[in-house]
């Protein structure tokens, strides 16, 4: 329930930083982790790799707190979830959308990084909500279709650079120049599937699946910005998730 | 274990779409291939092991194919239906994506499950999907080629379907009582013989 307070302050910059802080440690755990398993037998050498790795894994649970209080305390303040069930022809026209679209836009994009084996990336859900904010100004958006719309907000968040970060994982299942174009274009594309939420993280899978297997396409027209042939991918494929 | 391939509605996923709109979707697709697979094993006495990268990209390989050759006359699209899952056959016979951890305990090697078990989970599959759509669209019971269960077709469809990945596609037709054309079987324009419903199948029956 919405708490009813005078002065809302923007729990947003709080939370992401928390989330920048929580992937900073958790990519730095894991390169401590790597180099700790090179440190072999006892002596000083283990003792130390030891003592970083117990450090280092304090510090993840303690900003995954922290991460969780600022989770919480957004959704007292705003009183909305995040909606997985809404389609983008459904927001078609509807205000103000930006932060409940632009957290929906953060989870579905981090769970398909993870589903795809690459969540060593980061999103920023600060850049999601920037791209909300100008793609809902873009000329033309209501007599847009679905497919135009979701094209139009998948280069907004391209242009945003949501998804940061250099460093792919070599277990994902998509190659590095691709994995920002496929995750992008799958979360565009689940957004224009109807589903329940029953069934939302199970079509936002099979978007995911589609998106990675048509790869190369997706990684072209994006290199491209070619929004028609982003569109024309977007609409061949909806029916399909 | 029966000689007759064993196929049933019953094994699909539900869904509130009509089947040929359900069968295009990734989601139920994959559901549904689970669900085949998983009761011919039980009914082979071998458990399958699916490789779901594989089953998207023969899903992708099969919409594409539908694509390429769905017919634009009205009268034609009947048929194309009856077609379009001997395109799946196809596409799930050139690329496998099950294997079986070992060889079937309740199919003797003589009978095509215990033969090939892999393409024959495939098969009822396909002839599942194809019997549950064919039903709902247009209450024609699908009858299967009394000589489904001859090992000496299934040595042959091993065989060309190797060296041939279109031979699937006629195979799966001929299983449907349709003679395919072995020039092109994967080719619906090219098909011979009469179809579900198409105009001239219609004179004859009346």
Redesign the interface.
């Known amino acids: 329930m919405a708490m009813n307070l005078p002065f809302q302050p923007d729990p947003l910059p709080l939370r992401e930083g928390l989330r920048r802080l929580r992937h900073v440690v958790r990519r730095g755990g894991e390169t401590a982790r790597e180099v700790a398993g090179g440190a072999m037998g006892g002596g000083e050498m283990c003792i130390a790799s030891r003592l970083a790795t117990a450090v280092i894994a304090e510090m993840e649970r303690i900003a995954e707190e922290f991460d969780r209080m600022a989770s919480r305390a957004a959704r007292q303040a705003f009183g909305h979830e995040e909606d997985l069930t809404t389609t983008l022809d459904e927001l078609h026209g509807n205000a103000p959308i930006g932060p409940s679209l632009a957290s929906t836009l953060y989870t579905a994009l981090s769970l398909v990084l993870k589903h795809i084996g690459s969540d060593t990336l980061f999103v920023s859900e600060l850049a999601a909500r920037e791209a909300v904010k100008r793609w809902q100004v873009l000329p033309g958006r209501r007599q847009a279709s679905g497919g135009q719309l979701a094209a139009g907000l998948a280069m907004q968040l391209v242009d945003r650079q949501v998804i940061r970060g250099a460093h792919v994982d070599p277990r994902c299942v998509v190659a590095a120049p691709a994995v920002r174009p496929v995750t992008i274009f799958a979360v565009m594309l689940w957004l224009l599937v109807a589903r329940s939420p029953e069934e939302s993280e199970a079509a936002l899978i099979s978007a995911a699946d589609i998106a990675a297997a048509i790869a190369e396409r997706v990684a072209f027209v994006f290199a491209e910005r070619d929004e028609t042939g982003l569109v024309a991918l977007l609409e061949k494929y909806r029916n399909n998730v | 274990m029966s000689d007759e391939p064993v196929f049933s509605r019953a094994d699909l996923p539900p869904t509130n779409e009509p089947l040929r709109?359900a069968a295009?979707?990734?989601?139920w697709f994959?559901a549904a291939f689970a669900r085949v697979v998983g009761r011919v094993g039980e009914e082979l006495g071998c458990a399958f092991e699916i490789d779901?990268?594989k089953l998207?990209?023969i899903?992708?390989r099969w919409?594409e194919a539908l694509?390429r050759q769905r017919p634009v006359p009205k009268e034609e699209r009947a048929a194309f239906l009856e077609f379009a899952s001997s395109l799946a056959f196809r596409e799930l016979v050139s690329d496998l994506p099950i294997r079986t951890s070992g060889s079937p305990m309740r199919a003797r090697r003589e009978m095509p499950g215990g033969f090939w078990p892999e393409a024959y989970a495939c098969m009822i599959f396909c002839l599942t999907v194809h019997s549950a759509t064919l039903e709902q669209e247009y209450h024609v019971a699908t009858t299967i080629d009394p000589g489904v269960g001859d090992l000496r077709s299934w040595w042959s469809f091993r065989e060309n379907a190797q060296e041939d990945h279109a031979f699937s596609a006629g195979f799966f037709q001929k299983l449907l009582g349709h003679e395919p054309n072995w020039f092109v079987p994967e080719q619906f324009r090219y098909r011979v013989g009469r179809w579900l419903l198409e105009p001239e199948a219609d004179e004859t029956r009346a």
């Open positions: 709109v295009r979707r990734l989601r994959r779901d990268s998207t990209q899903f992708i919409l694509d």
